[in-house]
């Protein structure tokens, strides 16, 4: 079946450091591929989205490109600010009667 | 509508009861689904709508809850002798579309007292 795994958390950085959230997925053909984030107290939002191989998504100085030979699309962001402290999902959907799989979620605080 | 709308925002309900959780997704959209968020942790599927029928139910935790989808529009999410461990937000959210990124509702707040 389909499954994403993503990279344990909490993630604590400083002002300005480099951001790498991981996720690697496993499905049949060609799922698309998105990244969600939770900001404290609000809902769920998508952050980028990519659907086919090599596509880079990107918003908001964040980047994630789908990577169909490692199965990946992992989360970067040059330098991070404390406005982005959220919990960040990978997500997947494949084609046909099958549901939107998420990740279990990173932790990212950042601190001035 | 211009998203998705759930319905009621909070709810507290005593043990025992049973509670009905409303989700009004964007128009047009073909797929709905319910989550599960329990404070501080992740998302856990419930259940997946396409259209009215629901290809997957594997989510559901125990025959007490059970969802409907009427229309291909409004689903209702019941949870019947509510216990304590019910307690979460629950998130519903809609697609639709090749790529079916999906949107999400504010959620409800259900905590059994």
């Known amino acids: 079946g389909n499954s994403v795994t993503q990279m344990e958390g909490p993630v604590t950085l400083s002002e300005e450091a480099f951001l790498t959230i991981n996720c690697t997925y496993t499905?049949?053909?060609?799922?698309?591929l998105f990244w969600y984030v939770q900001y404290p107290g609000e809902g769920l939002q998508l952050l980028l989205k990519?659907?086919?191989?090599?596509d880079k998504g990107s918003n908001k100085g964040f980047e994630a490109t789908y990577r169909k030979e490692t199965t990946s699309f992992h989360l970067e962001k040059g330098s991070v600010q404390v406005s982005d402290s959220a919990v960040y999902f990978c997500a997947l959907v494949n084609s046909g009667n099958t549901p939107l799989v998420f990740g279990k979620g990173t932790r990212l605080s950042v601190i001035a | 509508g211009a998203g998705v709308s759930q319905s009621p925002s909070n709810k507290v309900t005593e043990k025992g009861k049973d509670v009905e959780l409303r989700c009004d997704p964007i128009s047009g959209h073909t797929a709905l689904y319910w989550y599960r968020q329990s404070l501080g942790q992740g998302l856990e599927f419930l259940i997946y709508f396409q259209g009215n029928s629901a290809p997957d139910k594997s989510g559901l935790p125990s025959d007490r809850f059970s969802a409907e989808r009427t229309g291909g529009s409004v689903s209702t999410l019941t949870i019947q002798r509510t216990q304590q461990e019910d307690s979460a937000v629950y998130l519903c959210a809609s697609s639709s579309g090749q790529v079916r990124e999906a949107f999400f509702g504010q959620g409800t707040r259900l905590t059994v007292v």
């Open positions: 990519a659907t086919k191989a090599d």
């Open positions: 499905a049949t053909g060609y799922p698309s």
